[in-house]
Structures are given as structure tokens and as C-alpha cells.
């Protein structure tokens, strides 16, 4: 299975409003690993990623995920395959409206015919994994950043996807919960085997949590390949990240 | 002038872009009701939201307007005809014109910038994002609803605000004017249509859809933070009642006349 392409991009041009964001991004996400996209704020990170949940549509090129062209992709498939992708947004995007059992919930609510029962069974399984048993019955507002990030983890896993995509899982978070937060991904990573693809500027989440990486920089990925080899490859930009010079 | 003409294109061609965007969102809407059982939960709650959240402000708008219409009534007719016309006139007005405008507008105000602001709020904090990442279709579960809610509560609204009305402006009359019950149920019975009662539940019909849906167009299009989100809110205000009042002109032309 690895070495699998999961996602990829190629030659992908993106602008909005005629401010151009990637500029003819090349990217190689491989199936059941962890990749992690690095980069300074404003680079397209996060446009990237939106890339692959259908929310944005290249300008020019191809973004393939799973094997659909995200270009040509029927409505019906892509419905199919944001069912298998499990999302954790920078702002946690919980929905405010509900308790965070309705928003672990919500998926299973919508997508499946799990019973009542079921779903509060699989509800416990999700929170318990992220070690928030317990806060079913809480409104998001009442938790602390941390925790909304956890709850929204436990969202992003109930469907049990084939991927997850992290949307800076660590900015506002000090650095224990910020620990944390690395711990479940490789523990999420570990127990259900899927793709992960990180995207952050946290240079020790990504050393930590990252088998292979991606450095975006003026819309293009400037370097990828395996963590170790990107760190032993002396690249001018990388060194410019990580002393935190580039961007 | 060359620099004039730019700008007015711009505007121009942006107008149309809005108008087009909104049609396809309306496209999109009616797409989407094939799902409506699944976003059965959705609706009833959206009814409860714009019906019952609604009722205490229609309650006092339809009373003290009620009671004016009936004093402003009896002042330009008092000299001229029988007492009996002031009933007559007050249930015509209030049926046709001032429930569904009435309404229309303060409904605007009170349902179209709460959505537009919940749905704003919704978009910039990423929410309605991870929807669509839920593969969830924001435009079935946000705004369908709200519509829906809207074309069916706004009308029980009117019907209820006429009520409260005719009961206060009929309270007034006796009270301030001393015009017998009998007078006045005279004339209501008189001059009462219920065609008059269709228009004005038409006119609610449509008040109804148009207000929510530009509440939610305007809030699923936000975008630039807190700013934004008021922008949002102040536009479906805006829009929505200059939409009603040149709307009833046409509704009242093409079903009156």
C-alpha cells in the first residue's frame, strides 16, 4: 500500500480576484502516511487543502484525489468521497447550534442509518479517543480551545474516513495542548491507518508528527520528499523556514 | 467620462452577476427539495424560529397599527359617510395592505438580518465549509429550510396579525369614537371579501420566501470577518424591503386589477 499516490496536484494555478495564490503547484501526497504541508502564512496552505475537498476549483491544472480528477468529478462521486474525508479546520468550525454530541453526531445523522443507540455508542467511541468522554451534553462555546480542536477531531474520525486533512491543528494552542494535539494524530495515524496531510507552519509539530513534507513558498512547493531527507538536504529555502527568514 | 463609463459597466456587470448568482441559488434550492425529508428537522425548527420567535413583535406592530388605522379611519371619513364605513375600510385596509406590507417589511428586518447574520457568522468561522466538507449541500440544509419556513409562517403570521389588528382598530373605535359594535360589524360584513384575504396571504407567500432567501444569500455570501457578516445584514435588510414594497405594487396590480 505505500508509495500509493493518495492526492496529487499537478501544475495547479489558483487566483482570487486576480491575485494569484498557487502558481503552478506541484504536490505528491502518498496513501496511509502522514504529509505535511509547511509554509508562511499567506503562501496557500489552506487553499490547498480546500483544493482537495472540492471547495475550490483549480484555475488550471489537475488535482486528483483517490483517483476522481477534482475537475471532472461527478456530483454524486464527490459526494462519495467527502464522506471519506475527515476535516479538523483551523477555527474548529464546530456548529455553534449544537452540543458537541450532535456535532460528533452529525455525519452518522446525515449519511447513515445507524440507529439512535449506535450513533451515541460510536459518539463515546470518538470522544473517548480524543479523552473527552463526558462533554456530550456541552455547547461548544463552553469549551477551551483545546478542547473544541479535540471535538472537532472526534468529528473529523466518526465517519471513519480514508483521509484526514489538518488545517493548522495547532495555531492558538499553547505548547502542552499543541503536544497534544501531535499526540493524536500519530495515535489516529497509528490506529486507523489512513492518509494525513497536516498543513501548519509549527516546525515541531511537523518533525514530530511527519513522514514525509512539503515546503510551499510563492504558491509553488518549493521542496518535498521524506522528512529526513528534506532536513539532510541543506535547502535554501527549507533553512529559511525553519530560522523562521522565509516569507 | 471614458472613466465614468468603466465604472458604470463595472457596477452594471456586477448587478447582473448578483442576479445570476441568486438565480442559481434559487436553481439550487428547488434541486434540492427532492432531499426535503432529510432536512425535516431542519424546517420544523426554522418554523419555530421565524413563527413563534416572531409572534410577541407582530402581536404589538399589528395592535398599535391597528388602532391607528382605525382612528385615522374615522377622522377622514367621519364628515362624509355613515359609521358603519369605518369597519368596512379598517378590515379592507388592514387585509390588503397594511398585515402583508407591514410584515413584510419589520419581518425584514426582525428574520432577514437574523439569518443573514447567523449564516454570515457561519461562513466566516469556516462552519459552512465543513458542511460542504460533510459533504452536506449548504443551500439544503442552511437556506431551504429557512425559505420553506418562511413561505409557510409568514402567511399564519398575517392571518394572525390580522386578527389582533381588526380586534384593537374595532376596541378603538368603540372606545374613542363611540361607533356601536353593531355599526361596525355592520359594515365588515358589508365590504368583506375573501378574495382580499387570498391577496393578502399571496403577497405573505411571497414576503415570506423572498425575505429569508435574501437573508441567506446575503449570509452564504459573506465573507471578511465581523465586517463582513454586518454588511451581510444590513444588505438583506435593504434589499429585502425594497423588494416588498415594489413587489406589492406588482402583486396588487396583477391580482386586483
Known amino acids: 500500500m505505500a508509495n500509493e499516490t493518495a492526492i496529487e496536484f499537478v501544475e495547479v494555478f489558483k487566483s482570487f480576484e486576480a491575485q494569484p495564490v498557487l502558481k503552478g503547484l506541484d504536490l505528491w501526497i502518498p496513501r496511509s502516511e ?6 508562511p502564512s499567506g503562501c496557500g496552505k489552506s487553499v490547498t487543502l480546500k483544493h482537495m475537498i472540492g471547495i475550490e476549483r483549480a484555475d488550471e491544472g489537475k ?40 456535532n460528533v453526531a452529525f455525519g452518522l445523522r446525515m449519511h447513515t442509518r445507524m440507529s439512535e443507540e449506535e450513533i451515541a455508542e460510536r459518539v463515546h467511541v470518538c470522544l473517548d479517543a480524543v479523552r473527552l468522554a463526558g462533554t456530550e451534553a456541552r455547547m461548544p462555546v463552553e469549551l477551551s480551545g483545546g478542547m473544541r480542536k479535540r471535538a472537532a477531531l472526534a468529528r473529523a ?23 497534544v494535539v501531535g499526540d493524536y494524530i500519530l495515535k489516529l495515524q497509528s490506529e486507523l491507518n489512513v492518509t494525513s496531510v497536516v498543513v501548519t507552519h509549527d516546525m515541531p509539530l511537523a518533525r514530530r508528527v511527519s513522514d514525509r513534507v512539503a515546503l510551499l513558498y510563492d504558491g509553488k512547493a518549493v521542496v518535498q520528499g521524506a522528512m529526513e531527507d528534506v532536513e539532510a538536504a541543506n535547502n535554501e529555502f527549507f533553512e529559511l523556514f525553519v530560522q523562521g527568514k522565509l516569507g | 467620462m471614458g472613466r465614468l463609463l468603466v465604472f458604470l459597466g463595472g457596477q452594471l456587470a456586477a448587478f447582473f452577476i448578483q442576479v445570476f448568482q441568486m438565480f442559481c441559488y434559487g436553481v439550487q434550492c428547488v434541486t434540492e427539495m427532492r432531499h426535503l425529508y432529510l432536512y425535516r428537522h431542519q424546517i420544523i425548527g426554522q418554523c419555530y424560529t421565524v413563527g413563534v420567535g416572531s409572534l410577541p413583535l407582530v402581536c404589538l406592530i399589528s395592535a398599535f397599527s391597528g388602532m391607528a388605522i382605525a382612528i385615522q379611519t374615522a377622522y377622514q371619513m367621519e364628515a362624509y359617510v355613515p359609521d358603519y364605513m369605518v369597519g368596512a375600510l379598517m378590515v379592507r385596509s388592514v387585509i390588503l395592505v397594511l398585515s402583508p406590507i ?39 440544509y442552511l437556506m431551504l429550510p429557512r425559505i420553506i419556513a418562511g413561505a409557510i409562517m409568514v402567511p399564519i403570521l398575517v392571518i394572525y396579525s390580522f386578527l389582533v389588528a381588526n380586534i384593537c382598530g374595532f376596541g378603538m373605535s368603540m372606545i374613542k369614537m363611540a361607533i356601536t359594535p353593531t355599526e361596525l360589524v355592520k359594515g365588515m360584513k358589508l365590504y368583506f371579501e375573501m378574495y382580499d384575504v387570498f391577496v393578502g396571504l399571496v403577497k405573505s407567500v411571497v414576503y415570506g420566501s423572498l425575505l429569508t432567501f435574501m437573508g441567506s444569500y446575503m449570509g452564504l455570501c459573506t465573507a471578511g470577518g465581523a465586517q463582513g457578516v454586518g454588511r451581510a445584514a444590513t444588505a438583506a435588510v435593504v434589499i429585502s ?11 396588487t396590480h396583477a391580482l386586483l386589477y
Do not use: C, H
Request: aromatic content about 6%; cysteine-free.
Open chain 1, 34 to 39: 502522514i504529509t505535511t504541508i509547511l509554509g
Open chain 1, 63 to 102: 488535482v486528483v484525489v483517490a483517483g476522481y480528477d477534482m475537475a471532472r468529478i461527478r456530483r454524486s462521486e464527490l459526494i462519495a468521497l467527502r464522506k471519506r474525508i475527515g476535516v479538523l479546520f483551523q477555527s474548529s468550525a464546530l456548529f455553534d447550534s449544537m452540543t458537541v454530541k450532535e
Open chain 1, 157 to 179: 474520525i466518526a465517519m471513519e474516513p480514508d483521509f484526514i486533512l489538518y488545517d493548522e491543528p495547532t495555531t492558538g494552542l499553547d505548547p502542552n495542548t499543541s503536544s
Open chain 2, 102 to 140: 407591514l410584515l413584510g417589511l419589520v419581518l425584514a428586518g426582525r428574520v432577514g438580518a437574523g439569518v443573514a447574520s447567523e449564516l454570515g457568522t457561519m461562513k466566516v468561522s469556516e462552519q459552512v465549509d465543513a458542511l460542504t466538507s460533510m459533504a452536506v449541500d449548504p443551500v439544503g
Open chain 2, 241 to 251: 424591503s425594497a423588494l416588498v414594497l415594489i413587489l406589492d405594487y406588482f402583486l
